[in-house]
């Protein structure tokens, strides 16, 4: 019985430390800086230092935010093109500088979303009073509002809800039917997504 608990551990920790994260890989991609050029490579991004690197042939550069409008990738963990774009925002206090933002969806509601890093303790259903911790990516996510203002969003399902009070008996009907989860990035993106495709 022991040894079945000391394999199902080990077999645990394997995945934490195995888990791929998109900002770990180089991306087919082009970025376009600010002075309107346009530069195609494989691209690799972070989001916690706001700073993407090109690679074209064997040459390298770095960008920060300051000097870049935007780049796009195709994500080969997700199966999708991810473009992020550099906006001005105050990450604190009140002074607003350049950081990534990935535009997740636009229109009536716009979402913008960043990455971050952060430990997570999780319980274990294999034996009885286990936990471990592992790294993992949280989306932050934000609105872009009409008058350019990028609000930071806090809250959780019957809050996005409440945004979308105008249809939210639709948007409730259109996740449930699919099996959808505001929890989960792009089940959200496709909620948003229906509920903006109501006032095209």
Not at 19 to 26: G, L, N, P, S, Y
Not at 55 to 83: C, G, H, P, Q
Not at 168 to 187: I, P
Request: net charge negative; with cysteine; charged share 30%.
């Amino acid at each position: 019985m022991r040894i079945s608990f000391l394999i199902a551990s080990l077999l645990i920790g394997v995945g934490a430390s195995a888990q791929e994260f998109a900002f770990e890989f180089w991306h087919e991609g082009k970025v376009m800086l600010e002075d309107g050029t346009t530069l195609k490579g494989s691209v690799k991004y972070d989001m916690q230092t706001d700073l993407v690197q090109l690679k074209i042939d064997d040459r390298y550069e770095s960008f920060t935010a300051r000097k870049v409008l935007s780049f796009e990738i195709y994500d080969k963990t997700v199966k999708r093109y991810r473009n992020v774009y550099s906006l001005p925002y105050a990450i604190s206090g009140t002074y607003k500088a350049p950081v990534f933002f990935e535009l997740l969806e636009e229109g009536k509601i716009t979402l913008l979303c960043r990455e971050a890093l952060e430990y997570r303790t999780t319980s274990s259903s294999f034996y009885y009073y286990s936990n471990f911790t592992r790294l993992v990516v949280v989306y932050n996510y934000f609105t872009l509002e009409e008058n350019g203002d990028i609000v930071p969003f806090v809250g959780r399902k019957n809050d996005w809800l409440d945004k979308m009070n105008d249809r939210r008996e639709e948007v409730q009907n259109y996740a449930k039917d699919r099996k959808l989860d505001f929890d989960e990035k792009y089940d959200l993106v496709q909620i948003i997504t229906f509920y903006n495709s109501m006032f095209e």
